[in-house]
C-alpha cells in the first residue's frame, strides 16, 4: 500500500471557491487514473468526478458546471476545483487513483485519509 495525501478542505461561505489536491506516488508512472468521491454524514459514498490516463474527464450531475478535475502529471497531483460552492457539497472528500486508460495493477494499492469540506449558508 502507499500512501496518497489528500489536502485543500477546509471551511467557506456559500459561493465560495476551494482547489482539492491528491498527490499520489507514482501516479503518473503506473499510468493511473483518479476518482474523487465524497461522503457526507449519514451517506452513501458519491462519485463526483474521474479522469482517466488520457485526461478523459466525467462528473456526476450534482457537481456538472461547478467542478472541474485536472491532473499535473509532472507533480502526480490530480485537483478537484470547486466553484459555486453550496452548503450541501459539505463533505468528507477523498480520491483513488483507479486503472482507467489502461493503468497498471499498482493504481489500485493506494489509500489516504481525505479532506473535508465545510459549506456555510
Known amino acids: 500500500q502507499v500512501q496518497l495525501v489528500e489536502s485543500g478542505g477546509g471551511s467557506v461561505q456559500a459561493g465560495g471557491s476551494l482547489t482539492l489536491s491528491c498527490t499520489a506516488p507514482?501516479?503518473?508512472?503506473?499510468?493511473?487514473?483518479m476518482d474523487w468521491f465524497r461522503q457526507a454524514a449519514g451517506n452513501q459514498r458519491e462519485l463526483i468526478s474521474s479522469?482517466?490516463?488520457?485526461?478523459?474527464?466525467t462528473y456526476a450531475d450534482s457537481v456538472k458546471g461547478r467542478f472541474t478535475i485536472s491532473k499535473d502529471k509532472a507533480k502526480d497531483t490530480v485537483y478537484l476545483q470547486m466553484n459555486s460552492l453550496k452548503p450541501e457539497d459539505t463533505a468528507m472528500y477523498s480520491c483513488k487513483p483507479t486503472v482507467w486508460g489502461g493503468g497498471s495493477q499498482a493504481c489500485t494499492h493506494y489509500w489516504g485519509q481525505g479532506t473535508q469540506v465545510t459549506v456555510s449558508s
Open positions: 479522469i482517466s490516463s488520457l485526461d478523459i474527464t
Open positions: 507514482g501516479f503518473t508512472s503506473n499510468n493511473c487514473g
